[in-house]
């Protein structure tokens, strides 16, 4: 059985620092990646990681503040995100899909997270 389970989200004030991370199972995962979804809003990508970590992207919103990174011995993918602002405030989903090519689209992926919250207070 696949499972993504995320953890790590929370509430923090803005500025302030937050880890999330996922643990996959169930099969072999290549490229992974993080989406977000606020209230009334579409989900929208965050960062994605190829298998070996060589290959990141990352939306321009979140880019220098936010790290992707993944250890594939303990199947997990983690994002680090700094310099947090009340707009990151969002659901926060993990993502894998079976092709080592890193992907913005949420069509692209296969397999998904329950989500975990992160707010982020003013």
């Known amino acids: 059985q696949v499972q993504l389970v995320e953890s790590g989200g929370g509430l923090v004030q803005a500025g302030g620092s937050l880890r999330v991370s996922c643990v996959a199972s169930?099969?072999?995962?290549?490229?992974m990646g993080w989406f977000r979804q606020a209230p009334g809003k579409e989900r929208e990508f965050v960062a994605a990681i190829s298998r070996t970590g060589a290959r990141t992207v990352y939306a321009d919103l979140v880019k220098g503040r936010c790290t992707i990174s993944r250890d594939n011995a303990k199947n997990t993918v983690s994002l680090q995100m700094n310099s947090l602002k009340p707009e990151d405030t969002a659901v926060y989903y993990c993502a894998a899909r079976g092709a080592d090519l890193v992907a913005r689209s949420p069509a692209s992926y296969d397999y998904w997270g329950q989500g975990t919250q992160v707010t982020v207070s003013s």
């Open positions: 169930g099969r072999t995962f290549y490229a």
